[in-house]
């Protein structure tokens, strides 16, 4: 049987979604044997080790990034790498103090949050942004608000990674068409890790036992999540239009409560369920643009 690339791309990024979303149950995981900047620092060095060899070929390969400046590529780099390290550090830390299901949910409020942050760059924001943020902020007010108004502090640090995550979708969206993605995920997932091993030296300790005990953590996100994922994105948006990407890669939050309940045993409540589901609809209906609308869209991974 023969796909059409339309469809060989969106089959790439529901991949792509489904990898990242069970990424949220083994970082959990990985907080049972290691603190969360070791567990950050060993997973994007891994990362950017694996994506090496690939950023070696692509240089072979094509001729369009030769040119490119090496110092661009790491100033560039430096920059989304430390974003990156800022939104990767909340979500981690606040992964210990709350499910893999709500912290991929909370997660993929980046996909609201870019359009909204946009707006001090001049970026038009269309009705279907507002109101696809008004039902999310509904879902998460039911998803993770106390009754008695309180915002557990995991449920806070993960809304915190998700500004940083659309933070980092604009900084991405405006190094990347300048030079090489793949020479640019390398530097950043080098620096992003440096910092965390920086910090886990002084602020954590770590064995080498603890970190053999965490090995399926680590090989997932960091060579599965981090590398196959990433690689499956950048050869999927080739094709793709930015508007279906971003409604596939929105389904990241709804494989995370699948992997958390499946393998976690994690159970969201009625209450928790519902705003699941308002906040899901946020996110696709943000992404619904009038047809007539041509302007560029920035899609991108955390």
């Not at 979500?91 to 909204?116: D, M, S």
């Not at 930015?242 to 929105?250: D, G, L, Q």
Request: proline letters at 3%.
């Amino acid at each position: 049987m023969i796909f059409s690339k339309s469809l060989q791309a969106n089959i790439l990024l529901l991949m792509s979604a489904a990898i990242w979303g069970f990424a949220f149950v083994y970082q959990r995981q990985g907080m049972e044997y290691l603190g969360p900047f070791m567990f950050g620092a060993i997973r994007f060095l891994l990362g950017s080790l694996a994506l090496s060899p690939l950023l070696w070929w692509r240089r072979f390969n094509t001729s369009q990034y030769r040119s490119v400046p090496i110092r661009k590529i790491l100033l560039y780099g430096s920059i989304s790498g430390m974003v990156l390290f800022t939104a990767a550090s909340l979500q981690q830390v606040g992964l210990q103090y709350t499910t893999a299901g709500k912290a991929g949910f909370i997660t993929g409020l980046y996909i609201i949050l870019v359009p909204l942050l946009g707006l001090g760059l001049g970026h038009r924001t269309h009705m279907q942004t507002w109101i696809g943020a008004t039902l999310a902020v509904s879902g998460l007010y039911l998803l993770s608000f106390t009754e008695n108004m309180s915002l557990a502090i995991g449920d806070l640090l993960q809304l915190g990674g998700a500004l940083f995550w659309a933070v980092h979708v604009l900084v991405i969206g405006r190094f990347s068409p300048q030079v090489s993605p793949i020479a640019l995920s390398v530097v950043q997932f080098a620096v992003c890790g440096l910092l965390s091993l920086l910090v886990a030296l002084f602020v954590e300790t770590t064995l080498w036992s603890q970190v053999v005990d965490a090995r399926t953590s680590i090989l997932y996100t960091g060579l599965i999540s981090t590398s196959i994922g990433f690689t499956l994105q950048v050869l999927a948006q080739r094709i793709a239009r930015p508007t279906h990407a971003a409604i596939i890669m929105s389904l990241e939050a709804v494989f995370a409560v699948v992997g958390g309940w499946w393998l976690l045993n994690e159970i969201l409540t009625k209450r928790a369920l519902l705003g699941s589901a308002l906040m899901l609809a946020g996110m696709l209906i943000s992404q619904i643009k009038p047809r007539h609308n041509t302007a560029g869209n920035i899609d991108s991974v955390a």
